[in-house]
């Protein structure tokens, strides 16, 4: 170890005194007013008016990666900054973009680190790569250290459905990063405003389900394409125990001396609500003893959940403690809008088949379309007498 520390600080030494002079340069804020946003510019100016030149840059790029090995991230992302603004080559610009990614993430700067996320995905998704298998693994990359900012940002369950969920990078999770379909699936299920992707999270479950699965992935399917409730009750079970040994989701929070796993106990409320909802459509009148089972729940706190889930939704249901049932209202719904709709329908595919048969006959320099919609079933018949 002796002569590891005599080593790491000879090599320190080397770089310190490598990129002294632009160190001394950044450092003063009247020279850095100086810089413009031309980079070619700003070279030629360094090296005329200060001797500085691509070797200077290039050891400002080794000593801020020789910061960061040695831990001391805080300086190595302002060397890194410094870097991008100075370098002309792409490829060491993404590095170094990389390497701030990395430094904020270990300060956990959630909201720096999210701004250079953001960065690098335009980045990764603008440039040009010598092969689509190298910005797929690019890709691959920034989906894995987002999951570090995701579950740790406040908005982060929101930014990883948006990431995730983007054509481009879906397409890589199911191509290269099937395993990151249990962080998407957990995000989508706790998240309550975002429950609309779960229809397409499904259908890419299914397509994945031969490659990929986990207790996650599985209660979806058990619950939403095989209405397998046993099978949801079980899988429900597994999830819990997946999500305390899970890194990223069993993140533990210690107050008032208890330490909890809140994304565990969301999870676990969010998918008892969907166990619950898809029951009552199946079923009008439910039996609390039959439902408690199936939420994984003793008889008293599932009767307790169901009220207090009444109550905060505004369900039609009403709780019959004599026969220890819940019954559900039927909904009937407006005939005067399922009206409209169906005429809605039937208005614009009559003008489209009217349309399709006139241009195919009638020559388009004769053609005149009513103004008024209600006459599309009248220009139809007066087309079809042309016929």
């Known amino acids: 170890m002796v002569d590891r520390r005599v080593e790491v600080v000879g090599r ?97 700067n959630w909201d720096v680190a999210t701004e250079e996320l953001n960065r690098l ?40 459905i948006d990431l995730f969920f983007s054509e481009r990078y879906l397409n890589a999770i199911q191509t290269n990063a099937h395993h990151l ?6 995000a989508a299920i706790v998240n309550k405003r975002r429950r609309n992707m779960l229809k397409e999270l499904i259908k890419v479950i299914q397509q994945e389900r031969y490659t990929y699965s986990d207790p996650v992935t599985e209660f979806l399917e058990c619950l939403y394409v095989n209405y397998d409730f046993e099978g949801a009750q079980q899988k429900l079970r597994e999830c819990e125990e997946l999500i305390v040994s899970d890194f990223f989701l069993g993140k533990q929070s210690s107050e008032n001396g208890f330490v909890t796993i809140p994304l565990r106990d969301e999870f676990m409320e969010n998918a008892r609500l969907f166990i619950f909802e898809t029951y009552c459509r199946i079923h009008q009148c439910i039996d609390i003893g039959m439902l408690s089972q199936k939420l994984n729940m003793n008889y008293d706190d599932a009767e307790r959940w169901i009220v207090n889930l009444i109550r905060n939704a505004r369900l039609d249901a009403k ?28 208005r614009h595919w009559v003008f489209d088949l009217s349309g399709s048969l006139f241009d195919h006959v009638v020559p388009k320099s004769i053609v005149v379309l009513p103004l008024n919609p209600v006459c599309y079933s009248d220009c139809l018949l007066l087309r079809c007498r042309c016929l």
């Open 12 to 108: 320190l030494k080397v770089l310190e005194e490598s990129a002294a002079p632009l160190i001394s340069f950044l450092q003063n804020p009247a020279l850095v007013q100086e810089l413009r946003s031309d980079k070619q510019f700003n070279l030629q100016m360094l090296q005329e008016r200060y001797q500085i030149g691509s070797e200077q840059i290039e050891a400002l790029y080794q000593y801020a990666k020789f910061q960061f090995e040695c831990g001391n991230y805080s300086g190595a992302s302002d060397y890194l900054y410094q870097y991008r603004t100075l370098c002309t080559n792409s490829d060491r610009s993404i590095s170094a973009l990389w390497g701030k990614l990395a430094c904020e993430i270990l300060m956990q």
């Open 121 to 160: 995905k335009e980045i990764i998704d603008s440039k040009n790569f010598a092969s689509p298998l190298n910005q797929l693994q690019q890709r691959t990359w920034l989906m894995h250290w987002s999951l570090f900012i995701f579950f740790n940002h406040d908005n982060g369950r929101n930014g990883i």
């Open 181 to 186: 379909l249990r962080y998407l699936a957990t």
């Open 319 to 346: 709780i019959d403690s004599k026969m220890g049932t819940v019954v559900m209202g039927t909904q009937h719904p407006n005939v005067y809008v399922i009206f409209y709709a169906l005429e809605s329908i039937i």
